[in-house]
């Protein structure tokens, strides 16, 4: 009795004979600088050769693919504050967006500061005219106590609760005014910040006065 072979078995051991023999070459050896400088091929690496860089060859010399040296500290931190560098760079750019949305002119942006300045120094004027009132009901509540003291009499109880009360409102408001102040001055350089960019990105110089004293100082030339 005959027996008939097929192909397809030895076809089959042939492919996989051509892929271990493929694998394998993929597979291939390191090439590498050792500590002394020397090249060395082998099919295992140290590990701190890997930090200086190395090819992987085939067995034909071929080269598979090169791994680039790890990065040096100086170069990690030349890296780190490019990325910095582009961070800040895309802030401003958002800002300068934002900027030209509010103001397309630096002389815009000197109005809108002019007029903020003038809402709180009105706010401060309304205040001082609260001192005002609460400083003359003072001068009175303090006047009739010392009459009283002159005439031998004691000063009720609740005159000097008022006049204490008084004293603290007067010293509130004052410091209202104060912080309104440092406001103004806060407002004032938020505002210089933005003239200053809007004429750097628009290419346009404000013409404008910031202050009166800039305003008196236009008006004498």
Sequence with gaps: MQHRFTKAPVLAGLITLGLLTSASLQAGMYRYTDNNGQLVISNTIPQEATKRGYEIISDRGRVIETIA??????????????????????????????????????DQAVRAMHRKVQELEGLISLKRGNISVLTSQLDNEQRRAAEMERAGRNVPDATLKKIYRLEGQVRDIEREIAAQRLEIDAVAKRFLSDIERLEAITGSERTLPLNDAEAEAAGSE
């Design 69 to 106: 040296p790890a990065p040096t500290a100086e170069e990690l931190a030349a890296r780190e504050a490019e990325k910095e560098r582009k961070q800040q760079q895309e802030a401003q750019l958002e800002q300068d967006r934002l900027l030209l949305k509010r103001f397309s002119h630096p």
